[in-house]
């Protein structure tokens, strides 16, 4: 019996080490298994994650095509600006000068001076109270003979 018992107790410990052996690998399937899932969602998600690395950088190549024409555009409306700041200094100077030689000429000590001054001041007047824009005043532009309209309806008022 000692034969029987020992066989039997080999057989039991066998038994028990198989059953242990078959336990773990199923818990190993398992865990292979959800390993595999993982590495398929993360295949997934790297494929997902080119595509949008590929989105990203076609929306910087055009971001960068954007910059450069707004860069282009704002450069031509700085040189427009200035372009017509050196022309608004120009007319602002013209504008000066111009008012300066009409205060010089309808000033008091200027009428004075000469009876042709007086007679081509009154002309000039005349002129004035006329339709200012019918006749022209001989050596003044047109934005001078303006001027000199306005000076003279200050005068009167």
């Known amino acids: 019996m000692s ?3 020992l066989s039997l107790v080999m057989d039991i410990v066998l038994i028990g080490l198989l059953g242990t052996g078959i336990y773990y690998a199923l818990r190993l399937e398992r865990r292979f298994k959800a390993l595999q899932a993982s590495r398929q969602d993360m295949e997934r998600l790297v494929h997902e994650f080119g595509g949008i690395v590929m989105r990203a950088e076609d929306s910087i190549g055009r971001l960068k095509q954007a910059t450069e024409l ?3 555009q704002l450069d031509e409306s700085i040189d427009k ?3 017509l700041r050196g022309e608004m200094g120009f007319m602002v100077e013209s504008a000066n000068a111009a008012c300066e030689r009409l205060s010089h000429q ?3 000590a200027n009428r004075q001076d000469s009876a042709s001054s007086k007679a081509s001041s009154k ?3 005349s002129v004035i109270m006329d339709d ?9 532009s047109m934005s001078e003979q303006r001027l000199a309209q306005a000076l003279q309806r200050m005068k009167r008022s």
């Open 3 to 5: 034969g029987i018992s």
């Open 70 to 72: 707004s860069g282009k």
């Open 81 to 83: 600006a200035k372009e």
């Open 106 to 108: 309808f000033s008091p």
């Open 123 to 125: 002309r000039r007047e």
């Open 132 to 140: 200012p824009f019918d006749q022209d005043m001989p050596g003044l």
